[in-house]
């Protein structure tokens, strides 16, 4: 019984960190520059394929393939920035038509050319790990592990540094800040590339742990985006609650209910929270 | 006066031309057509949401609730779909009246997301009841409206469209159309004038997801079969679009941009796989030289014409 | 405000001539055009635009060879592609468009319920022979009341060989888990048809539930299945992903019983996917494009045509079987009537496919005989290469 607890707990961790990272990208993009970028989930399935590209077909391994991918997707998201989003960043809706503009693309595109066959990578640490009566894969561990590290790293990037500092005041008050002398566009253009930049290193680690395949751009960004309503937009260290409550619906949902009950009970779950709670757990009040 | 005898003029003929339809147009095209005119329904309900201040990501939902109620009502009670399918157009409003009391309170963007996950809820639920719903594999065998030939169902298509814009252009040139736009302004001066600010935006809410289910209800005895992927996100995503695209600014936007976003693949023929990138450059080509929408198109060529050929009087004027 | 109305008017105008007949070209005489409906965009595409490109090879195959001769008029085959995008609607316009515009009167593909069901909807009142590639058995996708809708495959049609290769290479396995996707893929067919077998061979079926199609990790999904404590775990629908992707899970928890597909599952591309060292032991009627035990017919004349196109995925075989079987169906009626065809094809007693000589059958899942019954070859995972088994009778009761 124990076990039982206790490996699904870590399976929610598990879960949860691929949607924190996930959804990090996503509520930095937002806050700073407003728009909704409903490309995420497709720059995650994108930043999965670049990875297998990297790491299968030119047999980088899946060491030297993560960071490559990043920095394709970041640079990727560093273009969008300055050639789809900068001319209507504080137009919600008409950024909202270029970011599906965008989707549209990115899935036909991978529709037509990475194509129609799921694909797999070798995982970055083979075997099983065995703790008491409970298994896990290595690689599931490896994955929880570097989420946490960047996770920190991007905390202490934001609250430390200068241009952290500078997105959150963007974040705040977008006017207030431009009269202070920050330069939206550059911390703008820094925020796209890392949302992306994570983005596809999401899509990349959870690849090679799970199967790569078009379909998950959709997936994901409904993951995403319930993260974000849970937490509360504007609010970036309070990812790890929401991740965190995602995950748990996603995984001990289908467990104890079939899941077609457990799919629209948490979608209903999340839509109360909203009502009851629009800034949820942490957000700021807009 | 002329310009009024020539805006009549224009939609007269209009309509005319769309009467005519079946005597120059096949079969297969009148199907087009008709499927359009349902978007176009939807996309035109879904602005009356809009114009109150409440982006709705999730209006597909309201066109399944519709489209389902009406089915089945029709399918188990054996009703005939004349009766269901207002029927079906009642039980969307009634829903959006019930998710309107707390939804009503979110604004702009917390509204866009709830309605999001709404509508994701609303497709994912067609599981719950399988034997009545027909789960995610659909449900078939649905009466139809009339026996298999398309002629028919056209007119009543065009016509119902015809009355259904008529009533929303009314609705939005009316009193509490201009109400609508009231409380979408400004959130204060509206209830500053005595305005239930949430009574109203609830009612606009109803009367957009009764055309919806209208519409969605109207398609299932037309298809004879429905499916809860036709109603998710992606439609309703893809409403929105037709509605910024075509222009949000004016009652015909919705219109316009569902007849081109729409028909866009159906005119690429061979190339039918590179479609989506053609409609993604629409759109792209829309927002960022039509901000206003499709529909401000005649109007900035105009514009420029104008610009041509006065260009060298201007100048000399603006000094 | 005028201007604007006059713009619509216009457009309307356009809109309608560019996609009206007007701009169409006349037909060529002595041309059978047959219709083909397989997803070339949307979540589909995966499986079908394959489908597609051996529609095209085996057109042309035939066209080289002459055409073919109906009551001595000798014809030449025109394949007319439309893509049903994925969804139920388009695939109502697609047929609605074959059937209507270019007046075809044998249609090829449809691979998933809803789907199939939307394609049924317009070709049957129409009169319009649909054959497609996959069905579950779905009361609604085939039956007494859709006469002119054949499947080149059914779900269950492997089950009775995987099943019977599994009692005899493992005996001791009593017990299954039978993972089902859910979402559209009408698990309740499944295990209607699956588990009765399972239970004639001896079986017992101990998990059998419905995971969503979107699952993004199966970890719980499984730990659920484990508890039931089966012997072996049997995939029912072979899409790689799914199968990979769980096996990958199973083996990190260590589960050690033996693994198989029910459904055509491509060993070579479920051991890309998860490993060779996961996979190994994996077993599942597979379509290997490069196996040397392939049929004569397959090695010498459709897998060097399919490689001038420069692509050799096995979704080909789809594409391929179908457009073969039904002028195989046209050739012995010899008649275009669609009617005519179906009941001929129904009383065929072989009818000649990529794998074999194929029987008909369906009459007791589906109350009319309405699938065909190909051999299949069984492959298994063995040192990470698929290793062949032997050829196995499908059959669908």
Same mark, same amino acid.
Not at chain 2, 240 to 261: D, E, S
């Given at each position: 019984?124990?076990?039982?607890?206790?490996?699904?707990?870590?399976?929610?961790?598990?879960?949860?960190?691929?949607?924190?990272?996930?959804?990090?990208?996503?509520?930095?993009?937002?806050?700073?520059?407003?728009?909704?970028?409903?490309?995420?989930?497709?720059?995650?399935?994108?930043?999965?394929?670049?990875?297998?590209?990297?790491?299968?077909?030119?047999?980088?391994?899946?060491?030297?393939?993560?960071? =490559?991918?990043?920095?394709?997707?970041?640079?990727?998201?560093?273009?969008?920035?300055?050639?789809?989003?900068?001319?209507?960043?504080?137009?919600?809706?008409?950024?909202?038509?270029?970011?599906?503009?965008?989707?549209?693309?990115?899935?036909?595109?991978?529709?037509?050319?990475?194509?129609?066959?799921?694909?797999?990578?070798?995982?970055?640490?083979?075997?099983?790990?065995?703790?008491?009566?409970?298994?896990?894969?290595?690689?599931?561990?490896?994955?929880?592990?570097?989420?946490?590290?960047?996770?920190?790293?991007?905390?202490?990037?934001?609250?430390?540094?200068?241009?952290?500092?500078?997105?959150?005041?963007?974040?705040?008050?977008?006017?207030?800040?431009?009269?202070?002398?920050?330069?939206?566009?550059?911390?703008?253009?820094?925020?796209?590339?890392?949302?992306?930049?994570?983005?596809?290193?999401?899509?990349?680690?959870?690849?090679?742990?799970?199967? =790569?395949?078009?379909?998950?751009?959709?997936?994901?960004?409904?993951?995403?985006?319930?993260?974000?309503?849970?937490?509360?937009?504007?609010?970036?260290?309070?990812?790890?609650?929401?991740? =965190?409550?995602?995950?748990?619906?996603?995984?001990?949902?289908?467990?104890?209910?079939?899941?077609?009950?457990?799919?629209?009970?948490?979608?209903? =779950?999340?839509?109360?929270?909203?009502?009851?709670?629009?800034?949820?757990?942490?957000?700021?009040?807009? | 006066?002329?310009?009024?005898?020539?805006?009549?003029?224009? !939609?007269?003929?209009?309509?005319?031309?769309?009467?005519?339809?079946?005597?120059?147009?096949?079969?297969?095209?009148?199907?087009?057509?008709?499927?359009?005119? !349902?978007?176009?329904? @939807?996309?035109?309900?879904?602005?009356?949401?809009?114009?109150?201040?409440?982006?709705?990501?999730?209006?597909?939902?309201?066109?399944?609730?519709?489209?389902?109620?009406?089915?089945?009502?029709?399918?188990?009670?054996?009703?005939?779909?004349?009766?269901?399918?207002?029927?079906?157009?009642?039980?969307?409003?009634?829903?959006?009246?019930?998710?309107?009391?707390?939804?009503?309170?979110?604004?702009?963007?917390?509204?866009?997301?709830?309605?999001?996950?709404?509508?994701?809820?609303?497709?994912?639920?067609?599981?719950?009841?399988?034997?009545?719903?027909?789960?995610?594999?659909?449900?078939?065998?649905?009466?139809?409206?009339?026996?298999?030939?398309?002629?028919?169902?056209?007119?009543?298509?065009? @016509?119902?469209?015809?009355?259904?814009?008529?009533?929303?252009?009314?609705?939005?040139?009316?009193? !509490?159309?201009?109400?609508?736009?009231?409380?979408?302004?400004?959130?204060?001066?509206?209830?500053?004038?005595?305005?239930n600010e949430g009574g109203i935006r609830i009612l606009a809410s109803a009367i957009g997801s009764f055309f919806a289910g209208i519409a969605g209800?109207?398609?299932?005895?037309?298809?004879?079969?429905?499916?809860?992927?036709?109603?998710?996100?992606?439609?309703? !995503?893809?409403?929105?679009?037709?509605?910024?695209?075509?222009?949000?600014?004016?009652?015909?936007?919705?219109?316009?941009?569902?007849?081109?976003?729409?028909?866009?693949?159906?005119?690429?023929?061979?190339?039918?796989?590179?479609?989506?990138?053609?409609?993604?450059?629409?759109?792209?080509?829309?927002?960022?030289?039509?901000?206003?929408?499709?529909?401000?198109?005649?109007?900035?060529?105009?514009?420029?014409?104008? @610009?041509?050929?006065?260009?060298?009087?201007?100048?000399?004027?603006?000094? | 405000?005028?201007?604007?109305?006059?713009?619509?008017?216009? #457009?309307?105008?356009?809109?309608?001539?560019?996609?009206?007949?007007?701009?169409?070209?006349?037909?060529?005489?002595? /041309?059978?055009?047959?219709?083909?409906?397989?997803?070339?965009?949307?979540?589909?595409?995966?499986?079908?635009?394959?489908? +597609?490109?051996?529609?095209?090879?085996?057109?042309?195959?035939?066209?080289?060879?002459? &055409?073919?001769?109906?009551?001595?008029?000798?014809?030449?085959?025109?394949? #007319?592609?439309?893509?049903?995008?994925?969804?139920?609607?388009?695939?109502?316009?697609?047929?609605?468009?074959?059937?209507?515009?270019?007046?075809?009167?044998? $249609?090829?593909?449809?691979?998933?319920?809803?789907?199939? $069901?939307?394609?049924?909807?317009?070709?049957?009142? %129409?009169?319009?022979?649909?054959?497609?590639?996959?069905?579950?058995?779905?009361? +609604?996708?085939?039956?007494?009341?859709?006469?002119?809708?054949?499947?080149?495959?059914?779900?269950?049609?492997?089950?009775?060989?995987?099943?019977?290769? /599994?009692?005899?290479?493992?005996?001791?396995?009593?017990?299954l888990a039978f993972p089902h996707p859910g979402e559209g893929s009408g698990a309740d067919s499944r295990r209607k048809n699956i588990e009765p $077998? %399972?239970?004639?061979? &001896?079986?017992? *079926?101990?998990?059998?539930?419905?995971?969503?199609?979107?699952? *993004?990790?199966?970890?719980?999904?499984?730990?659920?299945?484990?508890?039931?404590?089966?012997?072996?775990?049997?995939?029912?629908?072979?899409?790689?992903?799914?199968?990979?992707?769980? $096996?990958?899970?199973?083996?990190?928890?260590?589960?050690? &019983?033996?693994?198989?597909?029910l459904y055509t599952s491509i060993v070579s591309e479920v051991l890309q996917l998860a490993g060779p060292e996961m996979t190994e032991g994996f077993?599942?009627?597979?379509?290997?494009?490069?196996?040397?035990?392939?049929?004569?017919?397959?090695?010498?004349?459709?897998?060097?045509?399919?490689?001038?196109?420069?692509?050799?995925?096995?979704?080909? /075989?789809?594409?391929?079987?179908?457009?073969?079987?039904?002028?195989?169906?046209?050739?012995? %009626?010899?008649?275009?009537?669609?009617?005519?065809? %179906?009941?001929?094809?129904?009383?065929?007693?072989?009818?000649?496919?990529?794998?074999?000589?194929?029987?008909?059958?369906?009459?007791?899942?589906?109350?009319?005989?309405?699938?065909?019954?190909?051999?299949?070859?069984?492959?298994?995972?063995?040192?990470?290469?698929?290793?062949?088994?032997?050829?196995?009778?499908?059959?669908?009761?």
């Open positions: 019984m124990v076990s039982e607890v206790v490996g699904l707990a870590v399976n929610v961790l598990m879960v949860s960190s691929i949607y924190i990272l996930v959804a990090l990208g996503f509520a930095l993009v937002f806050s700073v520059m407003r728009i909704m970028n409903f490309a995420h989930g497709a720059i995650y399935m994108i930043g999965g394929f670049v990875c297998y590209y990297f790491s299968v077909s030119m047999n980088l391994g899946p060491w030297l393939a993560l960071p =490559l991918t990043t920095f394709v997707t970041g640079l990727f998201g560093f273009l969008v920035e300055k050639f789809c989003f900068r001319p209507f960043r504080m137009d919600f809706e008409k950024a909202t038509v270029m970011a599906i503009a965008l989707v549209i693309i990115l899935k036909t595109g991978a529709d037509l050319t990475v194509g129609p066959t799921a694909k797999g990578m070798p995982p970055l640490v083979a075997g099983s790990i065995e703790v008491g009566s409970i298994m896990f894969g290595a690689d599931r561990l490896v994955v929880l592990f570097i989420v946490c590290i960047l996770l920190t790293a991007l905390i202490l990037l934001v609250r430390m540094t200068q241009i952290g500092q500078a997105m959150l005041a963007i974040a705040h008050d977008p006017e207030a800040a431009s009269l202070m002398g920050i330069n939206i566009n550059r911390v703008s253009s820094l925020v796209c590339a890392i949302g992306c930049g994570l983005a596809g290193l999401a899509g990349g680690l959870v690849g090679s742990v799970l199967v =790569l395949h078009v379909s998950v751009a959709d997936t994901i960004l409904v993951r995403t985006i319930g993260v974000i309503i849970l937490t509360g937009i504007g609010s970036i260290g309070g990812l790890w609650a929401g991740g =965190l409550a995602m995950g748990t619906l996603d995984t001990l949902g289908p467990y104890f209910l079939p899941f077609v009950v457990s799919d629209p009970f948490g979608f209903a =779950l999340v839509v109360l929270i909203l009502v009851l709670r629009p800034r949820g757990f942490f957000g700021h009040e807009m | 006066m002329e310009k009024k005898y020539g805006k009549n003029f224009s !939609i007269v003929g209009l309509i005319v031309l769309l009467f005519l339809g079946p005597l120059i147009l096949e079969s297969y095209y009148l199907h087009l057509a008709i499927m359009v005119f !349902i978007y176009v329904m @939807v996309a035109s309900s879904l602005r009356t949401l809009y114009i109150s201040g409440q982006l709705s990501l999730g209006h597909a939902a309201f066109m399944a609730i519709g489209a389902y109620t009406s089915a089945i009502l029709a399918r188990s009670l054996h009703w005939t779909p004349w009766c269901t399918i207002p029927m079906g157009g009642l039980a969307s409003a009634a829903v959006a009246i019930g998710i309107g009391f707390p939804f009503s309170r979110l604004r702009a963007i917390y509204f866009s997301m709830a309605s999001l996950f709404f509508g994701i809820m609303v497709e994912s639920s067609a599981g719950l009841a399988p034997s009545l719903t027909g789960g995610f594999t659909g449900l078939h065998g649905i009466p139809r409206l009339f026996i298999f030939t398309r002629q028919p169902y056209y007119y009543f298509f065009l @016509v119902l469209t015809l009355l259904v814009l008529l009533v929303l252009y009314r609705i939005e040139h009316s009193r !509490i159309g201009m109400t609508f736009k009231g409380v979408s302004q400004s959130y204060l001066a509206a209830s500053s004038r005595g305005i209800a109207s398609y299932a005895h037309y298809a004879g079969f429905i499916a809860p992927p036709q109603f998710g996100v992606m439609t309703s !995503i893809l409403l929105v679009v037709y509605l910024i695209a075509g222009g949000k600014g004016h009652f015909a936007g919705p219109i316009i941009g569902t007849v081109i976003l729409y028909l866009t693949p159906y005119v690429m023929g061979g190339f039918q796989g590179y479609a989506p990138f053609f409609q993604a450059g629409v759109l792209i080509a829309v927002i960022f030289l039509m901000p206003e929408g499709m529909i401000s198109l005649p109007g900035q060529i105009a514009s420029w014409l104008r @610009v041509i050929r006065k260009g060298r009087r201007v100048s000399f004027d603006a000094s | 405000m005028r201007k604007g109305l006059l713009f619509v008017m216009l #457009v309307c105008v356009c809109v309608a001539l560019g996609i009206s007949p007007l701009a169409s070209v006349a037909a060529e005489t002595k /041309v059978l055009k047959i219709g083909a409906v397989n997803s070339l965009t949307g979540f589909m595409a995966a499986g079908e635009s394959p489908s +597609d490109l051996g529609a095209k090879t085996a057109v042309k195959w035939i066209n080289d060879k002459g &055409g073919i001769t109906v009551n001595g008029v000798k014809y030449k085959l025109q394949l #007319v592609v439309e893509d049903p995008k994925s969804s139920a609607e388009g695939m109502a316009a697609a047929c609605i468009k074959l059937v209507e515009k270019d007046k075809v009167k044998f $249609i090829l593909g449809g691979i998933n319920p809803m789907m199939n $069901i939307a394609a049924s909807s317009v070709t049957e009142p %129409a009169k319009v022979f649909r054959l497609g590639s996959y069905t579950i058995g779905n009361p +609604d996708e085939t039956g007494p009341k859709l006469p002119l809708t054949f499947f080149a495959s059914t779900n269950m049609q492997g089950a009775r060989a995987v099943l019977t290769y /599994v009692k005899e290479t493992y005996p001791n396995v009593k017990t $077998i %399972a239970n004639e061979l &001896g079986f017992t *079926v101990v998990f059998s539930d419905e995971f969503p199609g979107w699952t *993004v990790d199966f970890t719980a999904y499984i730990k659920k299945a484990l508890k039931a404590n089966p012997d072996a775990y049997l995939f029912t629908d072979g899409w790689p992903y799914h199968v990979a992707a769980q $096996i990958k899970v199973l083996r990190r928890l260590g589960y050690k &019983g033996p693994i198989a597909s077993a599942a009627i597979s379509w290997e494009m490069f196996s040397p035990e392939m049929t004569p017919f397959f090695k010498d004349v459709f897998l060097p045509r399919v490689l001038k196109s420069g692509i050799s995925n096995p979704w080909m /075989v789809h594409g391929f079987n179908n457009v073969w079987v039904t002028i195989q169906a046209i050739e012995s %009626a010899q008649s275009l009537d669609p009617v005519v065809v %179906a009941n001929h094809l129904r009383s065929m007693k072989n009818v000649e496919t990529l794998f074999g000589p194929a029987l008909l059958g369906g009459e007791k899942t589906s109350g009319i005989k309405c699938c065909l019954c190909p051999p299949q070859a069984l492959f298994v995972a063995k040192k990470g290469k698929p290793e062949f088994i032997k050829w196995v009778q499908t059959d669908t009761p």
